[in-house]
C-alpha cells in the first residue's frame, strides 16, 4: 500500500512547480527566511563580542540559519506533510524506509560543503573587493574555519535532539553506502526545484526591509545575503558531486558512508586540539549557536500560522525599555529612609537608627559610587542582614544603563537564588519598585517574571491607551505558550533559581540550553553564592569567567561569606571599604569601625556532644528558665525535628507557641506557617517583656530556613554543621539588633541516638569530615575564652566580629581538595552527555520519591486534571503539593493501599496519597506523619533509619 501512496506522491514531488514544506501551514522558504531575518535583527542589536568571536558568530549562524532544513527536501519528509494536510492517512512509512526523512544528517553535510564556499568566496581578495570595501582582515583563517565547521555541523545535527550527541556514527547506523546512492537520484530528479528553492530563499531574504535606524554591523551577513544564491548552488554542486563519485561497482573506491565517518573524524579531532581553555572557550560557542537557533526554530513553529496573531505579539527579542532615570532605586531608597539631593547628584543617608541601619546605609552609599564596567565579574560581600537586595537591584540597574549607552541595547537582569521560597520576595521587591502610577501592582510580565518550579505559570501582557490602566487592556496568557515564553526568559528581569542559570550554562541538554544565548549581554546576579556546592566551585569559576570574556555578560556575586569560587584577581570587590566607617555605639565619645561595631550574636560553641535526649531535657530546662525568649532550633533531620518537636508539646508550655519547619511540609503550608512566625516575631518586638499579650514562640527547624528566610530571634540553638552554615543560621539571631541584651547563638554536637557507632547527625547530612575538623578548629581559634554554662556544660564563646574575621580562611582551606579535575576533563574533551549526568546541583537522596498530597480544593483540582490524561501541562502549582519521603514508606503505603500512581502510557508520573487517608498521615502542624507506630504496618527500623535533610 505504501509503495503506491508514495509513488503517486513522487509525481507530485517530482513536479517543477512543487513548493517544499517545512511543516503543513508554512513552506520551507518562508521559514528559512522568518528566522533568518529574525536572527539578522538580533544580531544587528545584541552582538557586543570582540572582532573574532563576532566573526565566527556570525558566520556559523548564518550558514546554521541557512541549512539546518536543507534536508526536509527529499521526498518521504514531504510525504510525511503531504499525509498530515490531506488528512488521507495512507500508508505509514515502512521502518526499513523511515531513515529517508531524517532531515538533520544530510543538513550537516549540506552545511559542511557551504563552509568550504564561503570560506574559498572570503578569501578570494578580487571578488571582495567588487562587492565590498571590506579588506584582508576579514578573510577566514584556517583555524576559524574549523571552528566554524564544528560549530555548524554540531548545532545543525542535534537541532532536534534532546540533548547534543557525542557519537556521530550514531547518525549514520542506519544507511548503507546504496543509501546514498537513493539520495543522489532524489536530489538529480528536482535539481530545477531545489534551484528555484534557492532563488526563492534568496529573493525573500534580500527583499526583507532593512530598519534604517540601524547601521549594519553585520559585515558577513550584509555580503553573503547579496551572493546566497549563487552560494548555495555552488555549496550544493559540490555536496552533489561527493554523492555522484559514489561508485558501488568500483571495490576501490571508497564507500560515501566510510568517507562521512572520516569527516566526522576530522570534526571530532578539531576539539582535541585544544588547551582546557579553548575547549570551555569552544564549549560556550557551541551552546551558544546552538541555543540560539534552536530557540528561533521553536519560536517559529510556534507563533507562525497565518491565523495567529502572536508572532507580532512577541518578537524574538523584544527591546527593553521599562526605566529611563538609572536613579530609579535610588529615588525608591530615598522615599523612607533618606534623601537624594538632585542639585549635588549623591545619595545622602539619613541618621540611622542604630548601626545596622548604619551598615545598610553604607553599603547602598558605597556600591552607588562604583563605577562597574560591563562584561566584567564582581564581588559584594557584606553581613547577613545588609539590605543587599536593593543594593544589587541598584547596581544592575545603572549597569543596564550603561549597557545601552555604550552598546544602544537595554540588557536582561537576571536575578538567581538558591532556593525557590526567596524568589517571591525578590519579585516583590521589584514589583514595590515598579509599581504604576495608581498604586496597583500590575506589572507585564515583559517586565518581571519568576522562572522556578512552583510559581504561577501565566503570562501577563498590558495595553496601555493613555496614562491609566484599564482591565480590558491586559491580556492574560496561560498553558504551553505562557510556559516557554517564562522559561526562555524573554522578560527585561528574571528571578530564578542557581539550578536553572548553572543547568543552562554547564548542563547541555537542549531544555536547559534554550535560553543559553538570554545570558549573553545579560547582567547576571547570583545572590547567596555560598550556596553553591563546594565541588562544584572550580568548575563554576571558569564556566562564569570564559562565559563573562567571551559573551559580553557581567556577573555580580553577592554572600555574607566569600566563598572562593572565582579567583581573587579576576573579581573586583563592591564597595569594600564600606565596613571601615568610624561610628558610635555608646553615649560615649570613643569610636570603632563599623566591622568591629556589628556584633549582633554571641556564639556559645560546645565542643562535647550530647545525645538527642539528653540535649532535648537541657533544652526544656532553658526554655523553662528563659519564660519571655524566642528560641529557634534548628537541627539537622527531619526525624531530629519532629522528636524534639513531640517532647516538647508534652510539656505545658505558658504563653508559648510551638512551630515545626521541615520539607515533610507541603511548600504551600511552610510558606503559610513562615509569614505567621514573622508577625509572630514583629509582634513580640514591640511589647514589652513583661506585656501580658506577649506570647513567645519557639520554631524547630531544619535547614529549610538557612537563607532568604528573614527571621529575628533572641536565641538560636544549631545543631553542629559547616562554617558557611552555621552563618547563615547566625543571620537569624538578633538580625537587626532588635534585642537589647544582644543575642545568643547556641552551637552544640548532637548524637544519633539510632546510630550503632554513636555518629552525629551531622554526619547523616554532610558526611565530610575534613569540613567538621576545619569548622572546630576555626572556632576555636575564634574564641576568646573557655567558659562554663549551667545547662551545657564548658563552650567557647565567640563574638559575630571574631567569626567574620575568619571566613577568608575557611573557605581557602576546604576549597584546596575539592576541584573537580573530573568535570574539568569532560569540559575538555566536550563530552556533552557525561557534563549533563556528572553536574547536579541539587542531589537527590538515594530512595527518595516525590509524594502529591491534594489536601485542598485547588490541589484536587490539578490532580483531577492530570488523572484525567491533561499529562502534558502540570502546572507549577502542583508542586506546592508535593514532598519527599523514604521509598520503604512509600512500599509500605502503596501495601496498605494509601498510595496511589497517576500514569502516563503505564509510565509512573507521581504517587499521591489517597484523599480519605490525608487526615491521617498529613498534618499542617508537623507535616507528612510518618512516624507511626509499629501496628501501621511500617517497620520501626525504617523510621529510625529515616533521616533526611
Known amino acids: 500500500m505504501f509503495e503506491k501512496d508514495f509513488k503517486n506522491f513522487m509525481e507530485i514531488w517530482e513536479d517543477p512547480e512543487f513548493i517544499f514544506l517545512a511543516r503543513p501551514d508554512q513552506t520551507l522558504v518562508d521559514h528559512i527566511s522568518n528566522i533568518f531575518i529574525e536572527l539578522k535583527e538580533y544580531l544587528r542589536s545584541y552582538l557586543s563580542f570582540s572582532t573574532q568571536i563576532n566573526k565566527i558568530i556570525q558566520i556559523s549562524l548564518l550558514i546554521s540559519t541557512i541549512t539546518h532544513d536543507f534536508g526536509k527536501i527529499l521526498p518521504h519528509f514531504q510525504y510525511k506533510i503531504y499525509r498530515e494536510i490531506n488528512n488521507r492517512h495512507p500508508s505509514p512509512i515502512p521502518s526499513s524506509e523511515i531513515k529517508f526523512s531524517y532531515h538533520t544528517l544530510i543538513s550537516a553535510l549540506f552545511s559542511i560543503c557551504l563552509c568550504d564556499v564561503i570560506c574559498d568566496f572570503a578569501n578570494h581578495e578580487k571578488k571582495i573587493q567588487m562587492l565590498s570595501s571590506l579588506d584582508g582582515k576579514y578573510k577566514i583563517s584556517e583555524n576559524e574555519l574549523k571552528i566554524i565547521k564544528y560549530l555548524v555541523f554540531n548545532t545543525i545535527l542535534n537541532h532536534h535532539s534532546p540533548y547534543i550527541f557525542e557519537n556521530y556514527i550514531e547518525f549514520i547506523s542506519d544507511f548503507r553506502s546504496e543509501d546514498f546512492n537513493v539520495i543522489f537520484s532524489y536530489i538529480s530528479s528536482i535539481i530545477s526545484n531545489i534551484h528555484t528553492f534557492f532563488e526563492n530563499l534568496s529573493e525573500k531574504i534580500n527583499i526583507a526591509k532593512e530598519n534604517p535606524t540601524h547601521n549594519s554591523n553585520l559585515p558577513f551577513y550584509d555580503l553573503y545575503q547579496k551572493e546566497l544564491n549563487n552560494l548555495l548552488k555552488k555549496a550544493f554542486i559540490k555536496f552533489k558531486n561527493d554523492l555522484l563519485s559514489l561508485n558501488p561497482q568500483n571495490p576501490l573506491d571508497m564507500s560515501y558512508r566510510y568517507r562521512i565517518k572520516k569527516d566526522f573524524k576530522k570534526i571530532e579531532n578539531i576539539k582535541k586540539g585544544f588547551n582546557s581553555s579553548d575547549s570551555i572557550n569552544l564549549y560556550v560557542l557551541q551552546i551558544f549557536v546552538a541555543s540560539l537557533l534552536c530557540d528561533l526554530d521553536i519560536w517559529d513553529a510556534r507563533f507562525f500560522p497565518k491565523e495567529n496573531a502572536k508572532q507580532h505579539e512577541f518578537p524574538f527579542s523584544p527591546p527593553f525599555k521599562s526605566f529611563k532615570d538609572e536613579n530609579i532605586i535610588v529615588n525608591f531608597v530615598s522615599k523612607p529612609f533618606s534623601k537624594f539631593s538632585q542639585k549635588l547628584k549623591k545619595f545622602e543617608p539619613e541618621e540611622p537608627k542604630n548601626v545596622i541601619y548604619e551598615l545598610r546605609n553604607q553599603l547602598f552609599k558605597k556600591a552607588n559610587e562604583e563605577e562597574l564596567d560591563a562584561g566584567g565579574i564582581f564581588m559584594l560581600s557584606s553581613p547577613t542582614g545588609a539590605g543587599k537586595t536593593l543594593t544589587l537591584l541598584n547596581l544592575a540597574v545603572k549597569l543596564s544603563c550603561k549597557y545601552e549607552k555604550k552598546y544602544s541595547f537595554r540588557p536582561k537582569i537576571i536575578y538567581g537564588l538558591p532556593f525557590i521560597s526567596i524568589g517571591s520576595q525578590v519579585a516583590n521587591q521589584i514589583s514595590d519598585i515598579f509599581e504604576n502610577k495608581d498604586n496597583k501592582k500590575i506589572l507585564s510580565s515583559s517586565l518581571l517574571t519568576i522562572d522556578n518550579y512552583v510559581s504561577d505559570i501565566s503570562w501577563r501582557e498590558e495595553y496601555k491607551n493613555g496614562s491609566k490602566l484599564h482591565e480590558e487592556e491586559i491580556k492574560m496568557i496561560y498553558g504551553k505558550d505562557a510556559k516557554w515564553l517564562i522559561s526562555t526568559w524573554r522578560s527585561e528581569f528574571v528571578v530564578t533559581t542557581f539550578v536553572k542559570i548553572f543547568n543552562s550554562l554547564i548542563k547541555p541538554l537542549k531544555k536547559n540550553f534554550l535560553k543559553f544565548h538570554r545570558l549573553a549581554n545579560s547582567i547576571i546576579i547570583l545572590d547567596e553564592v555560598q550556596c553553591l556546592p563546594i565541588k562544584y566551585w572550580g568548575i563554576i569559576g571558569k564556566i562564569v569567567e570564559n562565559f563573562s570574556h567571551l559573551l559580553n555578560s557581567t556577573f555580580i556575586l553577592s554572600t555574607a561569606t566569600l566563598p572562593a569560587i572565582i579567583h581573587k584577581d579576576d573579581t573586583e570587590m563592591i564597595a569594600k571599604d564600606h565596613l571601615k566607617k568610624m561610628v558610635k555605639i555608646s553615649p560615649y565619645p570613643n569610636e570603632i569601625e563599623l566591622c568591629q561595631a556589628i556584633n549582633r550574636y554571641t556564639i556559645f560553641y560546645f565542643e562535647r556532644e550530647f545525645l538527642l535526649g539528653e540535649f532535648i531535657d537541657s533544652f526544656l530546662d532553658y526554655v523553662s528558665s528563659n519564660p519571655n525568649k524566642d528560641i529557634l532550633l534548628v537541627l539537622n533531620t527531619k526525624w531530629a525535628t519532629i522528636k524534639t518537636f513531640q517532647e516538647l508539646s508534652k510539656v505545658k508550655l505558658k504563653n508559648t507557641k510551638i512551630e515545626l519547619l521541615s520539607t515533610l511540609v507541603l511548600p504551600k503550608d511552610r510558606q503559610h506557617k513562615i509569614e505567621k512566625i514573622k508577625f509572630h516575631l514583629k509582634h513580640n518586638t514591640q ?258 533509619n529515616l533521616h533526611l535533610n
Open 687 to 944: 511589647l514589652s517583656s513583661l506585656d501580658r499579650k506577649k506570647k513567645r514562640i519557639i520554631v524547630i527547624s531544619t535547614q529549610v530556613i538557612e537563607a532568604g528566610v528573614d527571621f529575628s530571634f533572641s536565641v538560636v540553638f544549631r545543631d553542629f554543621a559547616p562554617l558557611d552554615s552555621i552563618i547563615q543560621v547566625a543571620g537569624r539571631c538578633n538580625r537587626n539588633l532588635e534585642y537589647d541584651d544582644g543575642g545568643l547563638f547556641f552551637l552544640m554536637k548532637l548524637i544519633d541516638p539510632s546510630d550503632k557507632n554513636n555518629r552525629l547527625f551531622f554526619h547523616r547530612i554532610y558526611e565530610n569530615n575534613m569540613v567538621k575538623n576545619i569548622t572546630e578548629n576555626i572556632l576555636k581559634k575564634a574564641s576568646s575564652q573557655n567558659l562554663n554554662h549551667e545547662f551545657f556544660g564548658k563552650y567557647f564563646k565567640i563574638e559575630e566580629p571574631q567569626l567574620r574575621s575568619e571566613f577568608d580562611q575557611y573557605f581557602k582551606e576546604i576549597v584546596k581538595p575539592n576541584t573537580t579535575r573530573v568535570l574539568c576533563k569532560e569540559f575538555k574533551n566536550l563530552k556533552f552527555n557525561l557534563l549533563s549526568q556528572n553536574f547536579n546541583l541539587i542531589e537527590g537522596y538515594p530512595n527518595q520519591v516525590d509524594l502529591f498530597i491534594p489536601i485542598d480544593t485547588k490541589a484536587k483540582k490539578i490532580h483531577k486534571g492530570l488523572i484525567k490524561g491533561h499529562i502534558n501541562a502540570i502546572p507549577n502549582k502542583f508542586y506546592r503539593y508535593t514532598i519527599t519521603i523514604n521509598e520503604n514508606i512509600l512500599q509500605s503505603l502503596q501495601t496498605r493501599n494509601i498510595v496511589s500512581t497517576c500514569l502516563d502510557n503505564d509510565k509512573i508520573l507521581y504517587y499521591y496519597l489517597k484523599e480519605e487517608y490525608i487526615p491521617e498521615w498529613y498534618s499542617k502542624t508537623t507535616g507528612f506523619i510518618y512516624n507511626k507506630d509499629i501496628d501501621t504496618g511500617i517497620p520501626q527500623t525504617i523510621l529510625k
